[in-house]
């Protein structure tokens, strides 16, 4: 089924789940000690940034189908 | 009273021990122009020579670094001393005082003979040979290592400190010089991850929230650190 399809719920359930999961794990990466694991603090990050790229990839797609009147 | 050679040698004995001030005390804590005790197999001085660390925004680093060395020199043994320079004694309820009561001078002497670049001080620098301030030799003398701790942040310079106690606790022998350079490596990165956590919580903390429905009413307000 293609995004531009999709009803509006789905993409506030998606971002929901999204912010969710970023908002977890920005809080363990704001309140660990870089210096004792910094692979997993990058991954984390890592983590936020292609969470939020992909939820807004799909949105835009969503958007691409809508009229502007 | 002290006539047999036996009484003679103990008063020798008692004579030569070292003055209650620092017996016992391994956070030694050198005044002028007190010169730095001799009793120890070790001397692991504290050398604060880098100019960026004596300014204001500094200070509570610096003030760590103390705490650090003081704990340190707690947990090393009675055969090894950690040297930190003072002007005149110390006095913890003057806190005003600080940077002005540190010996720079008396640190970058040494910075300065074992070609210690001060950009990367402050330097914890660790020696079984009697650090002899009148006698410095040009470069590091023998059995001796140097770790700078400029790029260092708290819980990492805690770590060396750690394991630096284990060693000489452990007697085994000043540990090998990592050089400026090996910590680097991993210190960029954690760098990098560390400013991107005070970004993060500086915007956190910079936000004001609001939420006005009917009826009620619910404000969130910037954090303090």
């Known amino acids: ?69 | 009273l002290l006539k047999s050679p036996t009484k003679l040698l103990l008063l020798a004995v008692l004579i030569s021990l070292p003055s209650g001030e620092t017996l016992g005390q391994n956070a030694v804590k050198v005044t002028r122009p007190e010169p730095i005790p001799t009793h120890y197999k070790t001397w692991s001085l504290f050398l604060v020579c880098n100019p960026r660390w004596l300014a204001s925004d500094r200070n509570h680093d610096l003030k760590d670094l103390h705490d650090a060395f003081y704990h340190f020199g707690d947990t090393i043994g009675s055969d090894n001393a950690a040297v930190w320079f003072w002007k005149k004694p110390y006095n913890p309820n003057d806190q005003s005082t600080f940077v002005d009561n540190l010996d720079v001078p008396r640190s970058s002497k040494f910075c300065e003979a074992f070609h210690l670049p001060p950009s990367l001080g402050p330097y914890l620098f660790v020696t079984s040979t009697y650090p002899d301030e009148s006698n410095l030799p040009d470069g590091l003398p023998q059995n001796s290592a140097y770790f700078a701790l400029g790029n260092l942040q708290s819980p990492q310079i805690s770590d060396l400190l750690a394991h630096l106690a284990d060693k000489l606790v452990q007697g085994g022998g000043i540990p090998t010089n990592p050089g400026p350079d090996a910590n680097q490596t991993n210190g960029t990165w954690v760098h990098l991850l560390v400013a991107a956590q005070q970004t993060l919580k500086s915007f956190g903390c910079a936000l004001t929230f609001k939420v006005d429905a009917e009826g009620l009413a619910a404000e969130f307000h910037p954090c303090k650190s």
Request: a positive charge; one cysteine or more; charged letters at 10%.
């Open chain 1, 1 to 69: 089924m293609s995004i531009r399809t999709w009803h509006f719920g789905k993409l506030i359930i998606l971002w929901t789940w999204g912010v969710l999961l970023c908002g977890l794990a920005l809080t363990h990466f704001v309140s660990s000690e870089a210096s004792k694991t910094p692979l997993l603090l990058t991954a984390e990050i890592v983590f936020v940034v292609l969470v939020l790229v992909g939820l807004s990839i799909i949105t835009w797609h969503w958007l691409g189908a809508k009229d502007s009147n």
